[in-house]
């Protein structure tokens, strides 16, 4: 019987011989390499850095009434097995099992649910602040890391505890790598120093620089004397840190630095957990720790392994899966339609926000090094940065989940569209993105661009339409642009690059021709609109199909020739209902065209729970099925099944 079997929550944990807590780490490592290896985009390498960590602060602290919160919920999967969920654990990513990130409602030892980076100073700081106003007393732990220290989030959180003397403990897991491998000042900053040090957790020192303290705060008392003292006092703590702290930058923001530590050594773990619990004020705990940790490909290749295939656990060798007919992504579509692009067009850069193997933007930077920047996870900088480019004549593209990308709304409407910058977005996992659930899906961005004046938004159907925006994209000069793709395979390979032309430029496409409603559909709805129609002709009803491929600006032309010469319009797009596309032209089409009958289709003002994409589409009734079933509502017809009509 393994030893994890026998472990239900931190109290079994915190009930173990100590001698027994490196075997509890090799079986949640095993445990996490066997349910990753059946599981398609599991987060993986992440997961196994933390091992020694969370069952060390577990063992330490006394969960769930220490308040535990946790940053990029990808590194929480221990966390998830070691409080109550293991035998649930093959449910992970699953439509209506477990969240791959950490969720309130899941669990009472998921202090702040976190999908996005960045988050858990903040929080901590807000839990502590809330502890002492209430009187009561635990302690507040904070684990930050997997890049999230490249945001610029965590540095007006620890400004804001170190100021406010707040007690609160932040755990900095240092594996050098977000997704991809870290980037910025910090990160070289902090991989100076990584010989271990215990001196400022001593017990020795510590008493030293208490009593030192009590006597500096007599100093005053003893006039002239009294002030040098004070003076060497401060002068001697400062070159004590020199001498031993890695982490100077922390010091002087108000925390005392503790580290670096092992974070793979769970005894020197646990002794460093005891000493900085006794302590008190803002603390920093430095831990380094490898990420795919005890997992050898994933340690040799961090990037690959961040998210895993399925693979066979004892080699790691990839588990051949039949894909939708050996198509592309649109993300590699796009990179490589990129990396052409910039070649005929020199002032082309590509930025992106520690995604570039995600969106597709490494093969740019394989291509052209010289002109791709990651600047880590920070979205707002990514924006704002594109924008001093493009005031200087050059082209950036900046590729960005559509989830994250919303982190830098400020910066869309102050630094790019007021000042009409040519800026291009590439909102990546645009609409449903699948198994990493409601933090990941891109539901809103249509939402949010709509309403920012001179930005044009649009949406492919197929690859060769996704080229010709890029193409219509770095030839518009009015302003910013963007550009939705989903995470998902193209419908079909696209032609080469070079016999792409621009998409003309506010144009729709009408793709069939009726009488009985107007479908205006967006993107990925395009197709599936196409087939609803197609079905709809065989039991009489006659559909006009049109790809709305430019959501703003409206075609004006298309509108006058659809209206009101169609008694009903059907709008479909991947987005948010509220406020989205359709929303948008059924104003247009009201002002004009009242007598025209109208309905829109698209995702719910909710939150969409995590699963398959296309079983999230089907639920929805954003499928073929569902438009066609929603065309006949809309005109009185009765319900039927695409299965009865073929």
């Known amino acids: 019987m393994a030893l994890l079997d026998t472990v239900r929550t931190p109290e079994d944990v915190r009930a173990l011989p100590e001698s027994e807590l490196p075997q509890l780490c090799a079986d949640v490592r095993d445990r996490i390499i066997d349910v990753v290896s059946r599981h398609k985009g599991a987060h993986f390498g992440s997961n196994l850095g933390t091992v020694e960590l969370t069952v060390a602060l577990h063992r330490v602290f006394d969960t769930p009434r220490d308040q535990l919160i946790w940053d990029v919920g990808h590194q929480a999967y221990p966390h998830k097995i070691l409080t109550g969920r293991n035998d649930r654990l093959d449910s992970i990513r699953k439509r209506g099992g477990l969240s791959g990130f950490l969720r309130r409602d899941e669990s009472e030892f998921d202090v702040f ?62 594996n050098q790598m977000s997704i991809s491998p870290n980037v910025g000042a910090l990160h070289k900053y902090l991989g100076i120093h990584k010989k271990l040090t215990d001196v400022r957790t001593s017990p020795l020192y510590n008493k030293v620089r208490a ?18 003292l004070e003076h060497f006092a401060v002068r001697a703590d400062d070159a004590m840190k020199g001498m031993f702290v890695p982490g100077m930058l922390f010091e002087e923001l108000g925390f005392r630095y503790v580290g670096p530590v092992d974070g793979h050594d769970i005894e020197a773990l646990v002794s460093t957990f005891e000493q900085v619990r006794r ?7 430095h831990v380094l720790t490898t990420k795919g940790k005890g997992f050898a490909p994933a340690e040799a290749d961090q990037v690959k392994w961040h998210a895993a295939a399925l693979f066979d656990r004892d080699t790691g060798a ?50 052209h090094p010289d002109r791709f920047f990651d600047v880590g996870i920070a979205e707002g900088h990514a924006v704002t940065f594109a924008a001093g480019l493009a005031t200087q004549g050059l082209r950036p593209v900046v590729a960005i989940y559509s989830t994250f990308l919303q982190r830098a709304y400020d910066n869309i409407v102050h630094d790019v ?58 030839e518009h000069d009015a302003g910013p642009f963007s ?66 491929r430019f959501i703003k600006p409206l075609d004006e032309a298309a509108l006058e020739r659809l209206f009101p010469h169609h008694p009903h319009v059907l709008t479909v797009e991947e987005g948010t209902v509220a406020n989205g596309f359709g929303a948008y032209v059924r104003k247009a089409i009201d002002d004009r065209w009242p007598q025209v009958a109208g309905a829109s289709m698209g995702l719910p003002d909710a939150f969409v729970e995590h699963g398959e994409r296309a079983e999230l589409l089907a639920d929805l009734g954003l499928n073929a099925d569902g438009i066609a079933a929603r065309a006949r509502a809309l005109l009185g017809r009765p319900l039927r099944s695409l299965a009865e009509t073929a």
């Open 113 to 174: 649910g976190a999908g996005h980076a960045g988050t858990s100073i903040s929080a901590a700081v807000g839990v502590a602040a809330a502890r002492d106003i209430k009187g009561e007393d635990f302690e507040v732990i904070a684990v930050i890391g997997d890049g999230s220290m490249t945001c610029g989030l965590p540095y007006e959180a620890l400004n804001n505890a170190g100021h406010t003397d707040r007690d609160v403990i932040v755990v900095l897991n240092d």
């Open 211 to 228: 009593e030192v303290k009590r006597l500096v705060h007599q100093a005053p008392k003893l006039g002239t004397i009294g002030e040098m």
């Open 279 to 285: 302590m008190e004020g803002p603390r920093l705990v």
């Open 318 to 367: 990839p588990l051949k899966k039949a894909s939708a007919g050996g198509l592309p992504r649109y993300q590699q579509v796009f990179g490589e339609a990129l990396t052409e692009l910039a070649t005929e067009d020199k002032r082309v850069v590509g930025i992106t926000a520690a995604m570039s193997t995600g969106t597709g933007m490494d093969i740019f930077q394989a291509g």
């Open 417 to 474: 569209a007021l000042q009409d910058l040519p800026v291009t977005f590439v909102m990546d996992r645009a609409g449903i993105a699948g198994d990493d659930g409601a933090t990941h899906h891109g539901g809103i961005d249509i939402g949010y661009m709509l309403s920012v004046p001179g930005l044009t938004i649009t949406a492919p159907r197929d690859a060769d339409e996704l080229i010709g925006l890029l193409r219509t994209s770095l």
């Open 483 to 548: 550009i939705r793709i989903p995470r998902d395979a193209v419908p079909a390979l696209p032609k080469p690059v070079a016999e792409i032309q621009a998409v003309p430029y506010g144009t729709w496409q009408t793709l069939r021709e009726g009488r009985d409603v107007a479908i205006l559909a967006t993107g990925t709805m395009v197709n599936p609109a196409v087939a609803a129609a197609e079905a709809l002709q065989r039991e009489g009803i006659s559909a006009t199909v049109v790809n709305c």
